[in-house]
């Protein structure tokens, strides 16, 4: 079955330390974005990418860093920068078809300790 | 910059009722995208549905359909007989039509609760 994949569902981070969220899609996509929810604040744009090897920062890129190496991945790094980085994290993809919608993978829920 | 706002933060339905979801947006664009998603208990987004500006007839899949008003950038849901596993949160979101035009501005979500 095609569809976005995210890993782990659950991650537990001490402050200080670096934390990579996977997020893998076999729809063959070009783009892809990752979100940051938060209670109240809907989903804001971190990072997003239209093709291999090309990103761009969203609205609130700073403290993270993706990758784009492959079409079908887009791996997500919270760094030690990222001053409140609990949160629920979403990875969407998208053709390139304009009025495509996204689609969105299960999430990953981050918890800094 | 393009702005969507969804200014009912919480709203409740009777079981087989009609409830109506809200949203506004700003933007300075004429032609672009506008979509429905609903985010259940498990948190996956699922897409309700979708309207596209250039489009005057009003969108419907199935117990869902659309109220576009252009001109008043504003873009209502209306759930029609009202189900339990309607419950979730729906977010408005909206994207410019044109090449290069990736990014998606969501509200903030509306919580809709149904009750037995």
């Known amino acids: 079955d095609g569809g976005i994949t995210q890993s782990p569902k659950y991650l537990f981070r001490k402050e200080g330390q670096n934390v990579t969220l996977s997020c893998e899609q076999n729809l063959n996509h070009d783009a892809m974005y990752w979100y940051r929810q938060d209670p109240g604040q809907g989903l804001r744009l971190i990072y997003y990418s239209q093709i291999v090897n090309d990103f761009q920062k969203g609205d609130i890129a700073e403290g993270y860093s993706v990758s784009r190496e492959k079409k079908e991945s887009f791996p997500l790094t919270v760094t030690s920068a990222q001053k409140n980085p609990t949160a629920f994290y979403l990875c969407a993809s998208k053709v390139t078809i304009s009025y495509n919608e996204q689609f969105f993978g299960p999430g990953t829920r981050l918890t800094v300790l | 910059a393009q702005t969507v706002t969804q200014s009912q933060p919480e709203m409740s339905v009777q079981e087989a009722e009609t409830v109506t979801l809200s949203c506004t947006y700003d933007?300075?664009?004429?032609?672009?995208?506008l979509f429905w998603y609903k985010q259940p208990p498990s948190r996956q987004m699922i897409l309700v549905i979708r309207q596209e500006a250039y489009k005057q007839q009003n969108a419907t899949e199935n117990r869902f359909s659309v109220n576009f008003q252009k001109a008043a950038k504003s873009f209502s849901l209306k759930i029609s007989d009202s189900q339990l596993g309607d419950a979730a949160m729906y977010f408005c979101?909206?994207?410019?039509?044109?090449?290069?035009?990736?990014?998606?501005?969501f509200g903030t979500g509306t919580r809709l609760k149904v009750l037995a």
């Open positions: 933007t300075s664009e004429s032609d672009y995208y």
């Open positions: 979101a909206y994207r410019a039509r044109g090449s290069g035009t990736y990014k998606y501005i």
